[in-house]
């Protein structure tokens, strides 16, 4: 069964902690992306990688880091510098210009949603 | 990324009424999308318009992409409560060097009144 999963569904942040969100993909993709969304704000960028050990910050990025040692995964780290996490966290998919096609369709995960304690 | 404009934020129709969304620009793009995210859910990709005037149709779901590629919208004909969501639209940016990024409308909330 191919697609994109997210782990947890739900997590709970302590202030001062540091917490990891997971995304797995299996589609073969080479892009990734992690949005946040708020009420009435829609998504908003935090973080791409268009091929394996590469990244870019993208609108929101302070306060979360990546990494992007293998292809299939995209984990995000929601750090302590970053004040207001509680969101809805979504990572994505694409084909990705690498692959030589403009495939520019994202494929969105389950979500997690992060609550702050 | 590019700026998009969408609206309205919400929008409550009894069912059986016509739906539309927008979406406003004010550079010229070079594709648009939708997607409809449904309360609790993820979103999920509906269509990507690229030719200027374009028309896509999907059942009761009509895509127009605006002839100087600046806007587009969606309606839906005689909703139903299976239609309940948030439509978002999307414009990518390539920003070279094989970075692409899609940038998201604040999307419209539809509610659907039974």
């Known amino acids: 069964d191919g697609g994109i999963t997210q782990s947890p569904k739900y997590l709970f942040r302590k202030e001062g902690q540091n917490v990891t969100l997971s995304c797995e993909q299996n589609l073969n993709h080479d892009a990734m992306y992690w949005y946040r969304q708020d009420p009435g704000q829609g998504l908003r960028l935090i973080y791409y990688?268009?091929?394996?050990?590469?990244?870019q910050k993208g609108d929101i990025a302070e306060g979360y880091s990546v990494s992007r040692e293998k292809k299939e995964s995209f984990p995000l780290t929601v750090t302590s510098a970053q004040k207001n996490p509680t969101a809805f966290y979504l990572c994505?998919?694409?084909?990705?210009?690498?692959?030589?096609?403009?495939?520019?369709?994202?494929?969105f995960g389950p979500g997690t949603r992060l609550l702050v304690l | 990324g590019q700026q998009v404009m969408q609206i309205p934020q919400y929008q409550h129709v009894q069912e059986g009424e016509d739906f539309t969304t927008y979406c406003n620009s004010s550079t010229t793009l070079s594709n648009i999308q939708w997607y409809k995210q449904r309360p609790g859910g993820h979103p999920v990709f509906l269509i990507q318009?690229?030719?200027?005037?374009e028309v896509k149709k999907q059942k009761r779901l009509t895509f127009q992409f605006g002839e100087a590629k600046k806007n587009s919208s969606l309606h839906i004909t005689a909703t139903q409560t299976t239609d309940v969501g948030t439509y978002f639209c999307a414009v990518g940016t390539n920003s070279g060097a094989g970075s692409y990024q899609l940038t998201f409308g604040k999307g419209t909330k539809l509610s659907v009144i039974p």
């Open positions: 318009l690229v030719k200027s005037g």
């Open positions: 990688s268009q091929i394996v050990n590469d990244f």
């Open positions: 994505a998919s694409s084909i990705g210009w690498t692959s030589g096609a403009s495939q520019e369709t994202q494929y």
